[in-house]
């Protein structure tokens, strides 16, 4: 069974980038068809799709941040990235990383989230 674990800071300045790693253990990003996301949920409010990263590596990203979003990978560490820059007190939320088993299907398997402020 896949299992993932979000991992980074858990303060950042505004205008400074966030930065979180997911670790996949019990499974490979490169698997094929498999789909590696990043949502997000604020307090108080639902769930948000920030991107992922295909199998073949292509990153992906939700319209509401694609400007200041990128997603990376290490496939010799068995992880992916997620890059927000330009951070907005607006960007406090936990952040999960989640896997589907093809781009069609749903979400099957996320870490535990992990909160992030962000705050000076």
């Known amino acids: 069974q896949v299992q993932l674990q979000e991992s980074g800071p858990v303060l950042v300045q505004p205008s400074h980038t966030l930065s979180l790693t997911c670790t996949v253990i019990?499974?490979?990003?490169?698997?094929?068809?498999?789909?590696w996301s990043w949502i997000r949920q604020p307090p108080g409010k639902g769930l948000e799709w920030i991107g992922a990263?295909?199998?073949?590596?292509?990153?992906y990203s939700g319209p509401s941040l694609e400007n200041r979003t990128s997603i990376s990978w290490d496939t010799s560490k068995n992880q992916f990235t997620l890059r927000l820059t330009l951070a907005r007190p607006e960007d406090t939320a936990v952040y999960y990383c989640?896997?589907?088993?093809?781009?069609?299907?749903?979400?099957?398997?996320w870490g535990n989230g992990t909160l992030v402020t962000v705050s000076s």
């Open positions: 989640a896997r589907s088993a093809t781009p069609w299907s749903a979400l099957d398997s």
């Open positions: 019990g499974g490979s990003l490169t698997t094929h068809l498999n789909y």
């Open positions: 990263i295909g199998y073949n590596g292509n990153p």
